[in-house]
Each structure stands twice: as C-alpha cells, then as structure tokens.
C-alpha cells in the first residue's frame, strides 16, 4: 500500500447533524450539478446513482424517547483510500493539493473493485447508459462530462468548481497559494466561500460547511478541531477521511463508528495501527 | 507480375506488420478510452458563456429567490440569493426547477376536448376565441380558482370576475386562509406576520416550520444563522425551536424538544398552555379576556395531557422556556399546511399576547393587507373569505370555471367528489405547466409559463415578518408555447368589453412596484426585493372566547387512529407532483415501486395487531387507500401518519403510480362559528389489506 | 485405410486402440449442451449491448455470483497447476496418468473464468487497460497479469496434446513441435506453477487488503495478507479433487475406465495433505480474525453472522463439514482407498472451497460496513446464471471432443482390455 500523502491543503466539510433536516435538497442540487439522471422508479436504493445520499438515523428507542438524526453522506474523500489503491487501472487516486480523490471515468474499465472496497458505500456504477427525459439534457452543466454505462462515479467535491476558482485566479493574475501563518505551510489563495461544493451551497440551514481543514482561518478548521462533537465515520478503520460531522448528541456520534460494548464513544480502547 | 496466392499471402502479412510498425492501430487502441466514454447516444455537455438572471420560484410554496445559471443563453442551475429577505439556501423543489422546464408532463401547447373525449392541439388564436364564446355565454355564472396565493394574477381574476357580475373566486386553501380568517374574526385588520428573525424561542404548534409552513427557506435560513454548529468554539444557540405535532418531521428532528400530541388538538394544546401562562399570571387587554380565562381554564394541565396526549412534564419546561425567553413566539399551523381551521390560529395569537409579544421585536407582527392592483378587485384577504370546499360541497354548480395553477382535483378533501363536480360544470379551463388531474378533466387547457419562464410577482407570502414584494423577471426561454393567465384574461375581458384597465399583465406590476419606496420596477425584476417595516398599529383585538369554545371542543376519537398527514417538499406540490430529480430522495422506508408508506409507533401497531411491512388498508368510513405500514417511532400513539404528495394519476411517469393520495380519506367539516370547513381531524382504522 | 462400417463414421480420428460411441449420439450431447451455451450467449449479448443493469448485481453487490464463480473456478482450475507442479517438477511420475485432463480441465476453468470477467467488467473494450495502466499496489493487477500469462501457459499447454491427435500427428511439423514442447513441459510447468500461486494468491489477496470491510479484512506478511495464502493453499487443496471428479464423472458417462483408482487415491492423499495444511492455517486464520480483526474494528464475531442466509452454519459448513471431514478421509487410507468415500471427500472438499469463495465475496459486502446501515440481500439472476452455464456449457462441448479424439488419458487403452499394456509412452 501507498505511503498516505499530506497535501498543503485539504478540502473538506463539517456536516452538523443539529442542523440536517432531512429535506433532500442538497441531494438535488448535487444531481443536477454533476449531471446526474433522473428515474421514474427510484425505489430500489441499491441500483439508484447518488452521489450524495441522506441517510435516517434513530436512537432505536420506542416512542415517545426516539429520536432522529439526518446524515447527508458524500464521499468521504480518504487519506488513506480504501479504495484508490485496488483500483488496478489507476482510475482513481489522490494525488492532488486539495486532497480531493479523484474519479478518471475514461480510464475506468468498471471492475467495481473500488466499490466493493469502500465502506461508505460512496461508489456508484452506471448500471444502464443515462437517459434523460426528452429535452432535459439542454440542461445539463458544462463543467461535468456525462459518463456512459460501465463506469464507476462518485462524489469529487464539486471539482470542477476547484477548477474554476483556481482559474479565476490565475486570470487575475494571482498566486494559487499563499503563505500560511505557521512556518511552512501554505494555504489556498481562494478565498473561504468561493470554492463550496453544490450540496453545502444549497443546504438552507447551512447543515454543511466546506472549506480548508488545514487552513486556521477557514470554518471548518474551527470546527473540526478541538471539538468533542466532531467525529468522523468509521474513524478507526483509519481511513483519515475529510468530512467530519458534529453532533452535541451521543447517541449520534456513536453510529458513527462500530463500538464494543464497553467502548467509551469516540474512544475506543484499542486504536487501531497506523498501517495496515 | 502476376499476384499468385503465396504472393497475396506474403502481401496481407507484409502490410500487416507494415501497419503494425506505425502508431496508428496503437493510437487507435489507446483512444479507446476516448470513444467508449463518447457515444454517439450519450448526451454531450454544450460548452458556453456563463451568466445569471434571477427569479423568484412560483413553483416552491417557500417563494424562494433563485439565481439562475445560464451557459450560453440556456438555464442549467439554480443556486440560492444570499441577501434576499426570502433567500439563504435552496429548496429540494426549486433547486431542480430548471431541470422541470423539461418534464415530461408539461402542456405543450393549447388543448381542447374534442366530441369524442380525447385532448386535440389548438391554435392560441383558436383558444382565446372558444375561451371568449364560452365565458361571455357563462357571464356571471362564471367561477374562479387560484392555485396561488401570492401573485397578483389574482387580481386580474378578481377583476374580471367582478367585471362579469361573477362572486364566486376562490384561492386553494392554505394556511393563509386560516389566518386571515383567525384574524377577522379577532377584529384584526391585518396579515398575521411572524419576526422569526429576532425570536430566540419559538414553540411552533402543528406548524412545520423548517419544511412546509410558510416562506421555508426563509424560516431555515434564520434557523440556520441563530443556530451556530454546535461546538466548543461557537457561541450558544440564539434561536431555540420547541416542536408540537403527531409526528417526528423534518421540524422535530432538530427541535429541542419534540412533543407528541394526537392530530388535530394543536388549538387545545394551545389552550391548556394558555391556562399554564395565565396561572402564572400572563394576560391581555380583551374585552372577552375573562370568557377567554374561563375557557383556558377548562384545559388544565390534566385535561390537556388527555385531549392531546403530551407529556405535561415537557410541556411545563416548554412553558418556562417561553416566559424565559427575551422574545418568544409561538406559531400554531398545521402539519400538512392547511385544513387545520381558524381556530387554532386564534389560540395561537391569544398565546401570544398573554406572553406579550404582539408586534415586538422577535413577535406576532402586524402587517399591512395586500391591496388589489386593480380597480374593482378583491384584496387577498377578501378572496380568503371565500371557503373553496365548503363551495364545492354546496354544488351550485357553474357555467363556466376558469383554474389557475389550481389542481382541486387532487389537492383538496375527498378529491373523487371535486372531480365529480367539476366534470358537472360545463365549461373548465385549466391555466396550467403540467397536465395534472385538474388539467386532465377540463375541456380547455391553456399552458402557461413556470415561474422561470414568466413575469410574475411575489407579495408578503404568510408567515413573513415584514412586507416583502418581489418581481420574478423571465429568467429563461419557455420549453412549450405558452402564454401568461393574466394577458390571457386582459385580452379576453377587453374582447368582451370589459377594458381591465391595463393591456399587459406587466403593466400591472409596474404600477404595484412604484408602490415601495426607493425601488422601481427595473431594480425588483434584476432579483431586489422591496420591503417595508410598515406595521398596523395594534389597537387591542376580541380573543373570540365563543368561537374557541365551539371550534375547538374535544372531540371523541373512538376506536378509530387518528391520521396525522404531513407534508415534505421534495414530494412537489399538487401542482407540480414529483419533480423528476426528487424521486431518488425518497427512502426506501417511504416509497417501495408503488407502494408508498405509512407510518405508526410499535405500540400502536401491535395494538392493531399489525407489523412493520404489513399491507393495509386506511378506512375514513368513506374512502379507503392501500399503503404498507413502516413501524417508525416517531409517530404519537394511536395515530398514523400519512405524507402528502402521494398517488397522483396524471403528469408524468415521475409521479404517477406512486402510493395513494391521502386527500382521498379527508372529509372536510364545517369549523362552527368561522365560516371554514376543516379536515384536520380525520379519524381513521387501520386493518392488514 | 480401410473403412470399416460397423465403427462410427468418424472413427478414423479417434486416438489408438480406443473406441467411442455413435456419432449421432455424440452430437445430440453436444446439441443438447448447446442450448446451455446458446443461452448464455444470449445472455452475453444483453449485457454488451444494454448494460450490467440486466443482472442481479447492484452498488453494495458490485461483486456477486461472477466473482465468485470466477474464484471458485479458479480454484478448482489449480489441479493444473498443481499437478503440473508435482507431475513434472517434483517428477511424480504415476500423475503423468491424468496430468493431461487437469490441464485442459485448468484450461477451460480459466478461459472460461476470462470470459465471465469480460462480461462482469463494465467497459470490456478497456479490459486491457489493467496490463497497459497498472497500479502496482492493486492486488487485482497482479490477478490480470498473472492469469493473463498463465492463460497462454496452458494454451501452450494444451497445443501438444491437440498435435498428438492421430490424424494432425502425421504432420511432421505438428508431430515435432509437439514433441518438443513436450520436452519443454517442466519449464511451462514451472511457469505455471510460479504464475499460478501468485494470482490464486492475490485473488485471496483482493479480499484480505479490504480493510475497510472487517469481514474480509485480514493482517499478514510484509504485502501479503493471510488470506494471500491461504487462497494458494485452498486451491491446491481442492484442484486435484475436482480432476479426480470430473474424469470420474466422465467414466461413468461413456462407460469406460479412464484413469485408474490408485491414481485417483494418491491425487486424494495429495490433495487431503494439502488440505490438512490449509485447515491448520485456516482455523488460525479464523481465530485471529474473531479475536483481533473483529474487535479493533469494534465488531463481535456475532455481529459478522445474521439471519438464515449469512447465518454460521456457512462458517460451520466450510470449516468442518467440508473441510474437517473430507481431510480425514483423504487421509486415512482405509476411507480414501473407498471410491465412494474418496468421491464424497472431493465434493466436499470441492464445496468447502466454493463456500469460502462465496462467503469472502457476497457476505463481505452485505456486511453492513455503516453502523446505521443493514443487512443486504443478493439474489443473482438469470442473466447470471446462464453465463455461468456458458463456462460449464463451453468445458463440457470442450472436454467431450477432447476426449473423443485426443489421447488424453494414457490408461484408457490398458483399462479397457486394449492390446498395448502401460499407456501410451511420450
């Protein structure tokens, strides 16, 4: 297995399950977004592309003491991928500043290796070639290409509006990074706010918050760090990810990983090897 | 030299090599990757200039502004407008509205019913010469149905109606029916407003307050900013929100806390919490205060914890959360945004005033009527008086009934019965985007613009805490051959004789937009909102101890559940049905290929003998629907809960076959005393279909 | 030569000394196997054309019946290897008897395992992007190299015994290049072998590095997680047995002995030692697995089990009843030299195998890796099935005409009372 690579900037997002209603609005928006197609019967979740998906969760008390919690999952961008190193046609890897992994749909010759190698279920394979209702595809995006039928997909951070920003930049004639306040480090010179990914921008309660978690001045290094509501999914399968989610509930934070029973939430008593 | 076979072997094997030894076969190879991911069938992305207009969503009950992405002239993305009063995020409706211009279910072009019963095209020029014939031989026999509350279209109906000698105008019934009714009955001469934005408790009652009741993105928008994420960094909370409905919705998930109570006591939940609040010494200035004390006093805690079910010990804490608070608020709805009476409205408003708030910062504000831009039209709050169901019940049946965006058909209680009467009148004409159930009965169907495609305008929808007006300018090229309802009936009526006053439905707004200070037209259609701080000045309002008496008297459930509908709004609108991208937001646990869900507690269900996946049959007495049980905890007890949205049979394959329509068990009852029919209360059984 | 009538009208091809049955008969066998073959091909044919949509695969299921159809093939495709292995290069020489089927069986396991992946990977005209842009840290490169290179080892393989066809050997050429291939054997043997146990590895492998999917996740040496080896093992545990079965199964179909018992026994005591040695290292495996995968993952051995379908009794099943029981009796000569307990021990050596494959593919990704998720359910569906049926379609049209006019078994001659005593000499 690869050596993880750290990158000056890492993009990622602060999820607060507080906040989540469930409404599927940032489901939405990511599908029109990255040209996603629409189905008449999308009942069967197992076969329905989705880059974002809002999951239910429940206290499993009977009522009146349950409760419910919304969990918007895209992918969760990895540093130590599950994924990018079985893919055995480098369709898939991160290799980028921004840490974002990314998804090569001309290269992938769709095993599905990679989909079985994810535990967040966060890969899609097109099962059909994407049909759109007639006249729909007029309003598809320019900035995602549409991916025929045997390819695997996934959520890629809104890449292209990375792209975007940066080249922004450039035509302004700027810089891409600029010196962070610490000895060494460098920061993204895009601005907090112009790079957000379709499904944080959309979210009306702001449930999703997506920046530099390498960059102090960014929200969701504030958030993410030094909080004892933040955690991440499946955290000691040490896959490193980028999206964290908070939560002042226990109950939530404590479906996001597999405990024993006498594990304390967020502590496990074993941890697990740093390699694998 | 003479080809023999061994020379023509030595040939294809020579070339062969020869080819092999150039790079175009390995070039060829290696484009595979190229020309597998392009084929001819796969829809290519059309580069172009980016730019954006702006609009305001007709299609979203929230009037959420848009900002519209266009890529080399054609729309593509609608993304939210920080900065507007009514903005901060997009709803799951809006978000894919561009995508709808292109639903399969969109009316093309005009379409009337032939002899033999099937739709044939039109001209326009056909259509609004029939339009013509048939409402002048209707004249005043003629009715009016609006699907949409807040545009100025109704006004020119009004007018028009007006014009014709014709009363009979209604608006589809919401929760702005009930309050503008709440609010005469109180002597109030004004529009229930709600300053959410500087509340920091708000106890909504009924009202789902983050996903259907009212402007919703606004109201998640201040939920958003006065809920900092919860961490150590961040500053407390500056907005609570208290949840009571029968069941756990998209409000509940993220209200502190959740109480349960049966369907339909929101108006007795209110009581009793008003008794709590006078014991501790809250009042008003009332003529009838003391009736009204009487009245709350008949809803002690005990009698309050029967009739409604809650938890008292929750609700004591709610209540001193609300006298603690600088500036509580308390919102009575209903959980599928209408049928809940005006009742409950009135309760919630006395609650209100005994905790002091009534336009106070962060309160109950009173806002300025929506005026008519028209002469001789009705105000808004005037057409509300007007009780749509109650009409239809009465079948005095018209000559001739003209519908914008209305679709009665499948939105109102018992919509078998409002088909039945609409097929007796005559002459239909449906204004409409979608061939929806209304649309599909009608002898005339008149497409016309979505929200994107057309001028249109936005006026103070409910539940906002100022006045706020927009201008939704036309943000992209119409898909179909449409026309706007207003030109239409400008036309029409001019033709008739009947001069409206204005040639373009345009003109109209023009005269409305001048009406705000600072902002003329041309600044509200580039996407401005005007917005005014105006506020009736509150002279003291009748608590109606009388009418609460009778309107919100216990009633017996019997053996029968009681149905708790609830509305979410990736499910579309009655008038949209389900968006084509909304369908993948729909859980497995909500939707299974037809089958659609419906949801009660564990207890309940083994009362009813019944388990989690069971087939079953929901019985009102006078109709029935088929849907599978999901035993889900967060439904009150004896209570099953039903979303809306469900069972359409027109539009398109992305809403039809889907569940049941649960209008279908509502029976709408007259509320004593207000002059509104309610079907909030429905009792129903439950037994394994 | 002279034609004799009362011979099938073909008999001229048949290998020396030995007699087949009626041609017409011959070919309604094959006619009947061919509608097998022709349905899978329709099958084949809905999947290039509209999509994997058509089978029963979906996103948790990426892998399903295929997969492990394909791994269990070629599992029980290493008796080639693995009696190549010991045939030529540890000269066992009484192996030499069935060397030639384990081979043709190896071949058809793999061609046919190659044509199901082709199907099974959505983009069949990039299949061979795994040799042109590889990922070296992917497991499943390794399986694409490795089956790739073998697959023309047991071509060539193959070749000679097609040269040695009576009528093709009069060729001088055919007679000589199979001759001297022949005589290269041991080094494609070797080859083979080399090829072979790194991608029977490997695909163990592919499972052991999920290490985001507990149930399959497993610790190991230096790259290679256990399951790397005990994958090799299985296969070499179970590959004989499956020779010994199908030249059995193709005695008891035309009636003539092809191979001999004592044959059949020793390829039973090979594969029953190497099975001792993988149910060691198995059962090690498992315990490691239940007491320091499942609980660093913060998971119980329980929690890897649930309902009847994922219930333990696969894990009982592989363990002991398919692994446990067939190893005693492979072992202990007074059962093996039993033909039917020596049967009965390779079906269930051979079910024990497939069991593992099955469990490693389909229980791992129903496994619900989310806390908050559940249980998934896979079905395959027809389209599935029937290209599976293809593979035993296409292997037994294959293996039929194989046997019918190539000398494949040397004893044949000797067992059915022919002239010549000791088998055809090389």
Request: charged share 20%; glycine share 8%.
């Amino acid at each position: 297995m690869s050596a993880k690579k750290e990158f000056n900037v890492k993009w990622g997002m602060a999820i607060d399950l507080d906040k989540c209603t469930g409404c599927g609005a940032c489901m939405v928006a990511c599908q029109a977004e990255n040209n996603l197609a629409p189905v008449a019967d999308a009942s069967n979740k197992l076969r329905v592309m989705n880059w974002l998906v809002v999951f239910e969760l429940s206290n499993n008390k009977e009522f009146p003491d349950h409760e419910v919690a919304y969990l918007p999952r895209p992918c969760q961008q990895c540093a130590e991928q599950p994924c990018a190193t079985v893919c055995p046609v480098v369709a898939t890897e991160r290799n980028e500043e921004g840490g974002i992994v990314s998804q090569i749909y001309p290269r992938c010759i769709g095993c599905r290796y990679c989909m079985a190698a994810c535990p967040y279920h966060a890969r899609y394979f097109n099962w059909f070639d994407p049909v759109w209702p007639k006249g729909m595809e007029k309003a598809l995006t320019p900035d995602v290409s549409v991916r025929p039928r045997g390819v695997v997909e996934k959520c890629t951070f809104c890449h292209h509006r990375y792209m975007m920003a940066k080249d922004k930049l450039r035509a302004q004639g700027k810089n891409i990074f600029v010196k962070g306040e610490k000895r060494g480090t460098k920061h993204s010179a895009i601005a907090e706010g112009d790079y957000v990914t379709s499904c944080a921008e959309a979210c009306p309660n702001g449930a999703i918050v997506f920046g530099d978690l390498n960059n102090p001045a960014h929200r969701v290094y504030q958030l993410t760090h030094d909080n004892p509501n933040a955690f991440r999914l499946l955290e000691r399968l040490g896959t490193d990810t980028a999206v964290y989610y908070i939560s002042s509930r226990e109950w939530v934070r404590r479906l996001g990983d597999n405990y024993l029973k006498d594990e304390i939430t967020q502590k496990p008593e074993k941890i697990l090897p740093k390699k694998h | 030299m003479v080809l023999d076979r061994r020379g023509f072997m030595k040939f294809v094997a020579g070339a062969g090599l020869g080819v092999m030894a150039t790079p175009i076969p390995w070039k060829l190879l290696d484009d595979a990757a190229i020309w597998t991911q392009n084929w001819s069938w796969i829809p290519r992305n059309v580069k172009g200039e980016t730019s954006y207009t702006y609009a305001v969503s007709k299609m979203c009950p929230s009037c959420v502004p848009m900002k519209v992405r266009m890529v080399g002239g054609r729309p593509v993305r609608v993304l939210p407008v920080d900065g507007h009063p009514l903005g901060g995020g997009v709803s799951s409706i809006a978000v894919a509205e561009v995508q709808m211009m292109f639903s399969p279910g969109r009316v093309k072009r005009p379409l009337y019913r032939a002899a033999d019963g099937a739709f044939r095209e039109l001209s326009w020029a056909e259509a609004v010469t029939l339009l013509q014939q048939k409402l002048q031989a209707a004249g005043s026999s003629t009715a009016f149905i609006s699907g949409d509350e807040n545009g100025s279209t109704n006004d020119v109906l009004s007018a028009f109606a007006r014009a014709l000698g014709a009363g009979d105008i209604f608006l589809m019934p919401s929760e702005a029916q009930c309050a503008a009714r709440a609010a005469e009955l109180m002597g109030i001469p004004a529009q229930l407003g709600y300053d959410l934005e500087n509340s920091d408790y708000v106890l909504a009652i009924g009202a789902n307050l983050l996903e259907s009741w009212g402007p919703v993105i606004r109201n998640r928008r201040i939920f958003r900013d006065g809920r900092p994420v919860a961490g150590k960094k961040e500053l407390p909370a500056r907005l609570n929100i208290a949840y009571a409905g029968a069941v756990q919705n998209n409000t509940a998930a993220v209200a502190r806390p959740w109480l349960p109570v049966y369907p339909g006591t929101e108006g007795i939940l209110a009581l009793g919490i008003a008794n709590m609040l006078i014991a501790k010494g809250c009042s008003f200035d009332s003529p009838d205060f003391s009736e009204f004390k009487l009245l709350a006093a008949k809803y002690n805690p005990e009698v309050t914890a029967k009739e409604t079910g809650v938890d008292l010990k929750k609700l004591e804490a709610v209540v001193k959360a609300l006298m603690a608070a600088k500036a509580p608020l308390v919102i009575v709805g209903s959980e599928f945004s209408q049928g809940s009476g005006a009742a409950p409205v009135m309760a919630g408003f006395a609650l209100n005033a005994l905790l002091g708030n009534i336009n106070k910062s962060g309160g109950v504000c009173l806002l300025p009527r929506a005026e008519a831009g028209i002469d001789g039209a009705s105000a808004r709050d005037e057409i509300f008086k007007n009780d749509l169901t109650a009409w239809i019940a009465d079948r005095k049946t018209p000559q001739a009934l003209v519908l914008h965006e209305a679709n009665p058909a499948y939105a109102l209680p018992g919509p078998q019965a409002v088909a039945a009467f609409l097929k007796a009148v005559p002459f239909k004409v449906s204004f409409s985007t979608y061939m929806d159930e209304t649309a599909a009965l009608c002898d005339l169907v008149l497409p016309i613009g979505m929200g994107l495609e057309r001028i249109d305008d936005v006026n103070t929808p409910y539940g906002c805490g100022k006045t706020v007006y927009c201008i939704s300018a036309v943000a992209a090229d119409p898909r179909a051959d449409v026309h706007n309802t207003a030109n239409v009936i400008l036309h029409v009526a001019k033709e008739m004789g009947k001069d409206l006053g204005f040639e373009y439905y345009e003109d109209l707004l023009k005269t409305k937009a001048v009406r705000y200070e600072k902002c003329d037209f041309a600044v509200l259609a580039a996407g401005q909102a005007a917005v005014s701080e105006a506020r009736v000045e509150f002279s003291g309002f009748t608590a109606r101890a009388d009418v609460l008496a009778k309107a919100l008297s216990p009633k017996t459930r019997g053996n029968k559940l009681g149905l708790a509908p609830y509305a979410k709004l990736n499910l579309g609108t009655a008038k949209t049905g389900i968006p084509p991208y909304n369908t993948k937001t729909l859980r497995g646990t909500e939707l299974d290929g037809k089958d659609m869900y419906v949801m009660m507690n564990a207890k309940t269900a083994r009362k009813k003998g019944l388990s989690d996946g069971d087939m079953v049959v929901l019985d009102s007495g006078k109709q029935q629907i088929r849907a599978r049980l999901r035993v889900f905890e967060g439904v009150m007890m004896d209570t099953v809960a039903v979303c809306l949205g469900y069972g359409h049979t027109a539009l398109d394959e992305f809403s039809q076959n889907k569940g049941a329509n649960v209008m279908e068990l509502m029976v709408a009852v007259p509320e004593p005393q207000t002059g509104l029919n309610v079907w909030s209360g429905t009792g129903v059984t439950v037994s394994k279909a | 030569m002279e034609m004799n009538y009362n011979r099938p009208i073909d008999a001229a091809l048949f290998p020396d000394g030995c007699e087949r049955g009626s041609l017409t008969k011959f070919l309604l066998w094959l006619g009947g196997v061919s509608v097998v073959l022709l349905l899978g091909l329709y099958a084949a044919f809905l999947v290039l054309s509209r999509g994997l949509g058509v089978t029963g695969l979906d996103d948790y299921f990426g892998f399903g019946l295929w997969i492990t159809f394909d791994l269990g093939v070629i599992a029980l495709g290493a008796g080639a290897f693995f009696t190549g292995l010991l045939r030529y290069i540890l000269n066992i020489d009484p192996l030499k008897n069935i060397i030639n089927l384990a081979v043709i069986v190896g071949f058809i396991c793999y061609t046919g395992a190659m044509l199901v992946l082709l199907l099974d990977i959505g983009q069949p005209i990039r299949s061979w992007f795994g040799l042109w842009h590889p990922n070296v840290h992917s497991m499943l490169t390794e399986v694409i190299f490795c089956i790739s290179c073998y697959c023309l080892v047991l071509i060539i393989e193959y070749i000679p015994l097609i040269l040695e066809q009576k009528q093709i050997n009069k060729n001088r050429l055919a007679h000589h290049i199979a001759h001297n291939l022949h005589l290269m054997m041991p080094l494609f043997a070797g080859i083979g072998a080399f090829l072979s146990t790194f991608h029977q590895g490997s695909l163990g492998g592919m499972y052991g590095v999920l290490f985001g999917r507990p149930y399959a996740f497993r610790d190991g040496f230096f790259i290679w997680p256990w399951t790397f080896f005990l994958f090799v093992l299985s296969a070499a545990a179970s590959g004989p047995m499956l020779t010994v079965l199908i030249a059995t199964l193709m005695e008891k179909m035309t009636g003539k002995k092809l191979v001999s018992f004592d044959i059949k026994a020793l390829m039973g005591k090979i594969a029953g030692t190497m099975l001792l040695v993988y149910l060691v290292f198995k059962f090690m495996d498992t315990l490691a697995w239940i007491n320091s995968v499942a609980p660093r993952s913060g998971l119980t051995f329980d929690q890897f089990f649930h309902g009847w379908i994922y219930g333990k009794w696969l894990l009982f099943t592989e363990l002991v009843l398919c692994g446990v029981l067939p190893c005693v009796i492979l072992l202990y000569k007074p059962l093996r030299d039993n033909p039917t307990l020596l049967y009965l021990a390779g079906i269930l050596d051979c079910a024990g195998i497939l069991i593992n494959r099955y469990v490693m593919t389909v229980q791992t990704l129903a496994f619900p890796s989310l806390p908050f998720d559940k249980w998934a359910l896979y079905c395959p569906n027809w389209v599935e099935w029937a290209a599976c049926g293809f593979v035993f379609a296409y292997g037994a049209i294959l293996l039929s005409i194989s046997h019918r006019y190539l000398p494949i078994f040397p004893q044949e001659r000797y067992l059915n009372g022919g002239c010549c005593a000791g088998g055809a000499k090389h």
